[in-house]
């Protein structure tokens, strides 16, 4: 079956990448047919049980679908392959689609479409038995029928201000949630944050079924961490307060790390220096890395990044820009 992923186009790469290393932990074989940054599109014997882990795991592809066919914007062409294509399931049908494209128009293709797929079903916007998608970019014409819808808005409700313990150092709950992504941890695996702040990262990680670990200089981060764990009912975890450079005391061999460092705007680092903070936690992650283990690592500028270069190589990189004037910069090492 071919499966399309409908990207969320909020980074140019990010997006793809993350379903890349979900496809990589839930270990399923496939080959890649299209890949841009609107779509990324597999050929793979994938099992609707993995198709919905996918779908719990991910945060910025909005749906699955299964792909009935791509071709260009021509409408002689979307006809002919529509006509090759048909739907055999019973039932009402909805048609919905996404423009990607600044130069095509989406109403002639899609009367094209409904001429064809709803000739003999009757259209049901509200409730449909099969919903089709389209996806429209300048180049080419994606359609599909939706599998399953990544539900998005449970990263608004989860973002630092609605949890039992609020500071503004929180990422975002859908880029936590992709960062821990980026690691391909699996589900059981142990997973560590040790700058774990008020635990955005690490809640994100144990909601997919991961083991955490969690560590912090400041009590009060670990005791609030715990309070917002709690609230989300999350059962396997382990937090402890210690500096960065005492971690190797309580755990070792972890099978990935994904943090983010602190910057000294908003988070302390006690006075230390950036550089020399950052020296201490990349020698200290690698201590308690497992071999080839992923380190998923938020940094405020590009001048950091090779700072781990002495304990681990460079898979990707990733300059994301959080609002107008805070660009971080997420960098996917392996020891
Ligand atoms: C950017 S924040 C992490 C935010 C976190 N991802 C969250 O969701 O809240 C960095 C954290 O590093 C902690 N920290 C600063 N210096 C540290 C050190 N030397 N060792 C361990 N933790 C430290 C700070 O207390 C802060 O909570």
Known sequence: MKLLFELSKEHDTLPKDEVLSCLKAEE??????VSNENVL?????ISYDKIERLAERLSFTFFIDKLLFFCSTSRDEIKKCAKNNVID????IAINYKNRSSSVDSQPIIRVLAEIYTEDKPVNLDNPDLEMRVVITDTNVYVGSKIVEVKRNQFEKRRVQHRPFFSPISLHPKLARALVNLSSIKRNEKLLDPFCGTGGILLEAGLIGTKIIGSDIEE???EGCKKTLDFYKIKNFELFCSDIGGINNYISDVDAIVTDLPYGKSTTTRGESIK?????AFENIAKVLKKNGIAVVGLPNKGMIPIGDRYFSI???YEYRVHRSLTRYFVVYQK
């Open 28 to 33: 399923v074989v496939y080959n890649i047919v």
């Open 41 to 45: 599109v597999i050929n793979s014997d």
């Open 89 to 92: 399931s019973e039932g009402s």
């Open 220 to 222: 009060k981060m670990i």
């Open 276 to 280: 020399g903070l950052y020296d201490r």
């Open 315 to 317: 898979l990707k990189k």
